[in-house]
């Protein structure tokens, strides 16, 4: 549910705020009211065709995204410069005709709700409204999900229209103007990406560390806007009617009253509409939308045989039991114990936390289930510690005495599966001097471990000669 | 201010509100009894499809050759067309290995009771109960009915896979027991109904089989048993593969308008990813000749159903809302007129026109939800009589409908109500106070 409002609101809030604003600001008086409906609408039926163009050619679906944010760009781009010009006259009204200043926003409109359209379409195309044809619970919820949210970005629209007035034209030009820039540089991001998707540009470092930079701003996009509605309620609300000592008479006094508990009211319902939103939004992206996170693995530190030893009796209660190994140049190596049939029949299943296909996605427990997180499959669980399919990788370990053995040298070699690396101190095998391995100048692997070095003079003479510097320790590669 | 209006018009008007509540409750208890059969469905059809776990049956290709006229099936090759047992632990050595819990091969034959005769015939099937199938790298992996279907419930025990001394324990399906006459321990001896067994045949009853499907009404016994009397050694007729899966989504819908449909990287997400079309699509792979088709048990028989009624349920549902809007607008209408001075007092003490319609959308929606409860008290009422006479079963009334009924009935009198007060926004206050119109 709160996956489709957060959708709506991520791509059309835009577009309820320059409906809202633009009218107001360029001074389009009564007849604003059906001309920024009827944008509303060419833009949706716009927006559609967009999305119908890219169904029908799905060869072509970046390029025709690409055209919809490129022209969405100059129109934002275009809609910024005229704005002075257009609130200037719009406070005179003189000069510049209103029919002229309501079509430029007209286009706006109609081309940011083009976008939003086209763009809710896009993000969320992988993400199904229903599993069948047949009318569901699931369905229900996420067409409410979409009406819930189109409502609350009508009712912001009408009520920022209002608040708007309240708030006085300087704060309201402003609001759309900052509205308008964000849109610009997300528009300048989404395009210049889409441009060096089909080759359109050739494709530089410059560029795509551009694209890089303006990207930031683009999950935040809708925040900004809501932000600067919510601005717009403070400023309505510091700007508010107070009813001056001397006015005379009851009549008057409650005349105004009235109106000042009318003004209270949309100024509280803008408010309440744009904190729902931002509270959807924030709930979708701080906590739905986060992959399942791994349970906290325990540091196991090898014992003076070069060994992990972990008793069968602390790990075989059915649940996964995470690890984790430093390896020698600083990997850290994940891996997890699980039984894999019931208590009386223990049969530890010993793994590394990643897979052949998926990579270092890691494996979770969902009540009596493992699943792989990347691709979602459950694992079956007497295969686990076989090879194969979306398995973890099986680990070499040893049974003695109801203790598992695992030597140092076998999580050695599930470094290259792993790409979280920890700071550590190691000593320079030739001068002792101790180096960090994120740091180290110079670095040498030989028997499957790996040496740092803190000059160039220490790691020649390693080099030549490996087999002298290194102390045989029990348990790792290379012991004789 | 407002609660106290609303509170003196219900208390005024109770005949006519109580009338305009039953009406949005007759059509609300109509949508609620349409709606919850259809929403049933449609969410344990979404279950399915969702589901981590779903079976899949593997037949011989030929069976699969669409030769069905006028309802019967004139497929000569039906039946007739076998799979190797020797091709069986290949389903184990597919890609998808691990997620291949269990599986069962089946074969079937009709067969009758010696001792009675002209009695109607019924299925003997062979299959694995828990039988060890050794496998490369796993000598002891065992599966079998026990693991394909674990919902299989047995009253007795369950027999032996390997014979043994004396006659062969079977399971018996409840309605079979019953026509027979079979309790548990109970030894019958079989004959074929046309031509003669290969080997005599005497079994005894080891437990009592409810499934709920076919097995009901046929007898279980070990696959090797079935072979002999068929005098067919290692052969079968079709196989149920247990498997883990992922639930279906676009790639994988795309994937089952054929696999040739993809693009190559498609092709490779789809392959290796654990949907129960890739499965299938493997095993065809790995045992030559046989197809292999996802069961969507709900979605190939009520599912059915109710998809290609589920149009005219909705065309009765826009129907039951139209009538009952008309009636509240009727009653609207009436209760304007009749309060048209009330209305002329409220517009002469300076009420805004919104303020006037504000009164009349809340007892809209008081109205609207008072009928609603009452429709989906009495809708649940009627879906679990329907469902007992067409489906045999009670229908689960999904929570949705609460929600989704009780909106309905709002926007029902909502609209109603709005056509009718438009007539607000023309009285006069000087006109309808003095009483002339």
Not at chain 1, 46 to 53: C, E, H, L, S, T
Request: charged share 15%.
């Amino acid at each position: 549910m709160a996956y489709y409002i957060t959708i709506v609101a991520q791509t059309l809030t835009v577009a309820a705020l320059a409906a809202a604003l633009w009218p107001f600001v360029a001074g389009a008086r009564e007849a604003g009211r059906a001309g920024t409906l009827l944008a509303l609408l060419a833009g949706a039926a716009g927006g559609f065709i967009a999305v119908a163009a890219a169904v029908g050619l799905p060869r072509s679906a970046t390029a025709i995204a690409t055209l919809v944010h490129a022209a969405a760009l100059v129109v934002v781009l275009s809609g910024l410069l005229l704005l002075p010009f257009a609130a200037r006259i719009g406070r005179a009204s003189a000069g510049w005709p209103a029919l002229w200043r309501l079509a430029a926003g007209c286009v706006l409109i109609a081309t940011v709700s083009t976008q939003g359209v086209f763009d809710a379409w896009r993000l969320s195309a992988n993400h199904t409204l229903t599993a069948t044809d047949v009318i569901n619970t699931e369905l229900i919820v996420n067409c409410a999900a979409i009406v819930i949210a189109l409502a609350a970005l009508t009712a912001l629209g009408l009520l920022l229209a209002r608040v708007a007035r309240l708030a006085g034209h300087t704060a309201s030009t402003l609001a759309l103007a900052a509205a308008l820039l964000l849109l610009t540089v997300a528009g300048a991001e989404k395009t210049l990406l889409g441009m060096l998707r089909i080759d359109l540009v050739p494709v530089t470092a410059g560029r795509v560390s551009l694209v890089a930079r303006l990207s930031i701003i683009t999950p935040w996009l809708a925040y900004g806007h809501l932000v600067i509605a919510l601005g717009l309620a403070a400023t309505a609300l510091a700007r508010r009617l107070r009813i001056p000592e001397d006015v005379a008479g009851r009549i008057e006094r409650r005349r105004l009253r009235a109106r000042g508990l009318g003004e209270r009211r949309w100024r509280n319902g803008l408010a309440a509409t744009a904190a729902f939103l931002l509270a959807v939004m924030l709930y979708q992206d701080l906590y739905a939308s986060r992959p399942p996170r791994l349970s906290e693995a325990v540091e196991m530190v090898p014992d003076e045989r070069g060994t992990i030893r972990i008793p069968v009796e602390n790990v075989k209660d059915g649940n996964l039991h995470r690890f984790a190994y430093i390896a020698s140049d600083g990997h850290r190596v994940r891996f997890f114990l699980v039984n894999r049939y019931d208590e009386a029949h223990a049969s530890i299943g010993v793994v590394l936390d990643a897979c052949l296909i998926c990579g270092e996605g890691g494996y979770v427990q969902r009540g009596e289930e493992i699943f792989c997180i990347a691709c979602n499959v459950r694992m079956y669980r007497p295969s686990i510690g076989k090879p194969g399919g979306c398995n973890p990788i099986p680990l070499d370990h040893t049974l003695a005495d109801g203790v598992i053995v695992i030597a140092a040298g076998a999580l050695e070699k599930g470094t290259r599966y792993f790409s979280e690396v920890v700071e550590i101190t190691v000593a320079d095998p030739v001068s002792g001097a101790a180096v960090k391995n994120t740091n180290a100048p110079y670095q040498y692997e030989h028997n499957g471990r790996t040496w740092f070095f803190e000059n160039r003079d220490t790691y020649d003479r390693f080099r030549a000669t490996p087999d002298a510097f290194v102390k045989p320790t029990p348990g790792q590669p290379g012991r004789v | 201010m407002f609660v106290r209006m609303l509170r003196q018009s219900f208390a005024g008007n109770r005949k006519r509100k109580a009338l305009a509540a039953i009406t949005v409750a007759l059509s609300a208890a109509l949508i609620t009894t349409l709606f919850a059969l259809s929403v049933d469905v449609g969410d344990k059809m979404a279950t399915e499809m969702k589901a981590y776990g779903s079976n899949i049956r593997v037949t011989p290709r030929s069976e699969n050759m669409p030769l069905i006229i006028g309802g019967r099936d004139f497929n000569p090759l039906r039946g007739r067309d076998f799979i190797d047992e020797a091709g069986l632990p290949k389903l184990k050595d597919i890609f998808w290995r691990h997620n291949i819990v269990g599986f069962a091969p089946r074969l079937t034959l009709p067969v009758v009771a010696a001792d009675q005769g002209s009695a109607p015939e019924f299925s003997l099937i062979g299959t694995y109960f828990d039988r060890n199938v050794p496998l490369p790298d796993d000598p002891g992996y065992r599966t079998g009915v026990r693991t394909v279907n674990p919902f299989w419930h047995v009253a007795g025990a369950w027999p032996a896979d390997e014979a043994g001394d004396g006659p062969v324990g079977v399971l018996i399906g409840g309605g079979l027991a019953q026509r027979l006459g079979a309790a548990v321990g109970a030894e019958l001896a079989l004959a074929a109904p046309e031509t003669p067994l290969a080997t005599a045949a005497v079994v005894r009853v080891t437990g009592i089989l409810t499934t709920g499907d076919i097995e009901d009404q046929a007898l279980v016994a070990p696959l090797g048993f079935v072979q002999k009397l068929a005098g067919q050694p290692g052969k079968f007729q079709s196989i149920d593969v247990s498997a883990l899966t992922v639930a279906e989504n676009d790639l994988s819908r795309k994937a089952s308008r054929g696999a040739e449909a993809l693009t190559p990287e498609e092709y490779d997400v789809w392959y290796c990813t654990a949907y129960v079309s890739s499965i299938a699509h493997q095993i065809e792979e790995a045992i030559p000749g046989v197809s292999a088709r996802p069961i969507w048990q709900v979605a190939s028989g009520e599912g059915a159903v109710i998809g290609r009624i589920q149009s005219l349920l909705f065309v009765v549902s826009v129907a039951a809302i139209i009538a009952a809007a008309m009636a509240v607008a009727a009653l609207t209408t009436t209760t304007i007129a009749e309060r048209a001075a009330e209305i002329g007092l409220m517009k002469a003490l300076g009420a805004a026109p919104w303020q006037i319609y504000l009164l009349f959308i809340g007892e809209a929606v008081i109205v609207g939800l008072a009928g609603g409860a009452i429709g989906v008290v009495a809708g649940y009422l009627m879906a679990q009589g329907v469902g007992w006479s067409v489906f045999g079963t009670g229908v689960d009334v999904r929570p949705i409908t609460v929600p989704v009924v009780l909106v309905t009935s709002v926007i029902t009198v909502l609209v109603g109500s709005i056509v009718s007060s438009r007539e607000i926004a023309s009285l006069l206050p000087a006109e309808v106070l003095h009483g002339r119109q």
